[in-house]
Structures are given as structure tokens and as C-alpha cells.
């Protein structure tokens, strides 16, 4: 059974919260989006800017291709600052 593509992820600069971009893609794919878009803030109402280093797919574990039930990175859940 193939996996269900992972939804790519932005942080909210007001909330401060994990928000959806509406983007869905596989670990393979991610790294080859180039894109620059806006996003339309479900948690603020604002529109933020956001490309490839502001995202990280949902429930991915970019190191094994796991799902890790996470919104987070993995660096992130090891206490590592986003990049």
C-alpha cells in the first residue's frame, strides 16, 4: 500500500502555531519544491510569504521516511532551532 502524501507545513509568525499550506507531497518531492508563495493564514487571518526553508511535511521523519505523529521536524523535536 503506497503512503499518503505528507502536507507541507509553515510556522505562523503571529500565532506562533504549525499551520497547513495546502500542499501535499511525498519526502522525495519536497526537496524539490522552489517556490516562493503566499500563504492565506488560517490562525491569523494575515498572508505570510513562505518558501522551502520555512516548510517541513507533517507527520514526516526525514530520517527514516517514517511517520512520527509530529507537526514538528525532526530537528525541531531535538531541540535544534528551524532553518
Do not use: N
Not at 36 to 59: E, F, K, M, Q, Y
Not at 62 to 82: C, H, K, Q, W
Amino acid at each position: 500500500m503506497p503512503k499518503q502524501p505528507y502536507m507541507v507545513m509553515v510556522r505562523c509568525p503571529t500565532a506562533d502555531i504549525a499551520v497547513p499550506t495546502g500542499i501535499r507531497c511525498d519526502v522525495a518531492e519536497f526537496s524539490h519544491i522552489a517556490i516562493t508563495a503566499p500563504i492565506a493564514c488560517p490562525a491569523c487571518g494575515g498572508v505570510h510569504l513562505w518558501s522551502l526553508s520555512d516548510a517541513w511535511l507533517r507527520d514526516a521523519d526525514f530520517v527514516s521516511g517514517d511517520t512520527i505523529g509530529s507537526l514538528r521536524r525532526t530537528d525541531e523535536r531535538d531541540g535544534a532551532a528551524p532553518h
